[in-house]
């Protein structure tokens, strides 16, 4: 209940309010509105209605056959209307203005069906879905799922520029009628201003964008991998809803599959995102598709290692993140990709002396603090080691496991820097869809040094590098031997000689002309075949 609190002054005189009210004041300052909702039989129904002022775009929520107050303005009002016996939707909108009781009806007998699909015709025994959505240019409004045959999908003509419409179809072939080896897929997405008429079209497959997408298995757990397409282009498809078949609660396209596995999807040229990867990992990619132009993506490729993060001085105290520690060789310098949760022991010394050890967690606390007071050479190690976070066993064949970060700088207290070491990312070339290598073969594993800065851009020492080593072992880092390392251009290329079988283990080492280094390991990189 709303409560007002009258102030008198000493020699305020207090008379009835009705005396002095004007008459109607009470029902003149109350706006509001009904709708009503019919579905295609004629029956008057109680659904959710969006309804946003025009004027300052407020939405606002309310159910049919329900009186709502507002304030008094134009608006918008929108509404799916389901229809229990035919199973279908109806997408509908209404302008109204809104001044005392005011009211409006959207009927979904006056819907025209949504009807989108592929030309040449998809093969019989395809599936197919389709999900709408009606918004204003605010990109407030209603969606509406049932777009498969067998639940109709309407929408109530309306060309008012207040509206706007959008559409999202998937159609999946029979395997039979595929050429392309693994899953292909048809996402098909439109837009209109105002709500059309119905909306009948077969989309040309020629000008669709081809895109094939690969997942490789052993880098995350578990190893079984969905892929979303998340529409970036702005406007009323950006915020499509889900559908229990071919789309999720995040209003993408999504699909599921073991791997490794390969797919290829033919996509609406737009601006898009594709993600893909498990419930502890995942990896995406932002593509601005060409119709009839092709394009091919691999993920979770080896070797995930450190990854972003290195030590930096801020205020007297030295810090390190622990989220990067084990990241997908593919990750930018912005993004964060930390490959599920890592569990990690952060060790500083100087001088042989252990300043702080402490186990810090990526899904918690995560970073490492240590107040310093003087100038000098300091040592700090990270051990990290991947784990499920709802306590699955982490699986013999998971790849990258551990990684250990070893950084030697020298610190100062009173200067704001980004410590001057490097991290090694390594990226095996030549491996298979479930990063394996043939035994006895040579790996060609890039190594690519990297110095990002730190806390809100904190100045990176001055550091040059002075060399650039690597070593491998086959018995998980109980011996290793030497790996011959040469630089081509800006890139250093290590040759390493793979065994008849198990797992290769890599670790490579930074110094710079001061003595600054880093020295990187990362377990069980990748496998042998």
């Known amino acids: 209940m709303r409560r007002t609190l009258a102030v008198f002054t000493a020699t305020a005189v ?39 002022n025009l004027s300052t775009k407020k939405p606002y929520v309310l159910t049919s056959g329900k009186a709502r107050t507002l304030p008094k303005g134009t608006y918008v009002a929108m509404a799916d209307i389901f229809t229990p016996g035919e199973r279908s ?11 005392g009781a005011s009211a409006t009806t959207i009927d979904a007998r006056l819907g025209r069906p949504v009807d989108v699909g592929l030309s040449p015709a998809a093969a019989p025994g395809s599936y197919r879905t389709t999900v709408a959505r009606i918004c204003t240019p605010a990109n407030y409004g209603e969606w509406a799922a049932n ?42 997405a439109g837009t209109t201003k105002g709500i059309p008429a119905g909306y009948s079209r077969a989309v040309p497959r020629s000008g669709l964008a081809r895109v094939t997408v690969g997942t490789r298995s052993g880098a995350i757990f578990p190893d079984e991998h969905s892929m979303t397409l998340d529409y970036r282009g702005g406007g009323c498809l950006s915020r499509m809803p889900q559908h229990p078949a071919g789309w999720d609660d995040d209003n993408n396209f999504r699909y599921t599959w073991p791997a490794p596995n390969r797919t290829t999807v033919h996509v609406t040229p737009g601006t898009w995102e594709l993600s893909t990867g498990s419930n502890t990992s995942e990896q995406s990619r932002t593509l601005a598709l060409t119709g009839g132009n092709s394009y091919s993506l691999t993920f979770f490729r080896a070797v995930y290692g450190p990854h972003r993060y290195v ?9 390190f993140s622990t989220l990067g520690m084990v990241a997908n060789p593919d990750s930018g310098l912005s993004d964060y990709s930390d490959a599920g949760a890592t569990r990690s022991t952060v060790t500083l010394t100087r001088s042989g002396k252990t300043l702080k050890k402490q186990t810090r ?5 995560y970073e490492f603090r240590y107040r310093i007071s003087s100038a000098g050479w300091y040592g700090l190690t990270v051990d990290s080691r991947r784990y499920h976070p709802e306590g699955a066993p982490t699986p013999s064949w998971l790849l990258s496991p551990r990684t250990v970060a070893k950084f030697r700088f020298h610190a100062n207290p009173d200067l704001y820097r980004t410590m001057p070491v490097h991290l090694v990312r390594f990226a095996a070339s030549g491996l298979d869809s479930q990063n394996r290598a043939k035994a006895g073969s040579t790996t060609s594993v890039h190594l690519k040094l990297e110095r990002p800065q730190q806390y809100h851009d904190a100045p990176r020492a001055k550091s040059t590098v002075k060399s650039v080593t690597a070593q491998v072992s086959y018995d998980n880092g109980k011996t290793w031997k030497k790996v011959g390392v040469t630089k081509s251009g800006s890139k250093w290329i290590a040759k ?27 377990y069980r990189a990748y496998r042998i075949a």
């Open 147 to 188: 777009g498969d045959p067998r639940n109709p999908l309407y929408v109530v003509p309306n060309g008012s520029e207040n509206f706007r419409f959008a559409y999202a179809t998937y159609v999946s072939e029979p395997r039979s009628a595929q050429s392309s080896p693994g899953l292909t897929g048809y996402v098909l």
């Open 311 to 319: 030590p930096w001085v801020a205020r007297r105290v030295i810090s």
């Open 89 to 99: 939707s109806t997408l509908g909108g209404r302008t109204v203005k809104v001044s």
């Open 361 to 365: 967690d990526s899904r918690s606390a």
């Open 496 to 522: 390493v000689k793979n065994p008849g079988s198990g797992y290769v283990t890599l670790r490579a080492k930074v110094v710079d002309a001061k003595g600054n280094s880093s020295d990187i390991t990362v």
């Open 14 to 52: 207090l008379v009835p309010l009705a005396a002095t009210a004007a008459p109607g004041a009470a029902s003149a300052a109350t706006n509001t509105l009904t709708v009503t909702a019919y579905d295609r039989t004629g029956a008057t129904v109680a659904t959710r209605v969006t309804t946003v």
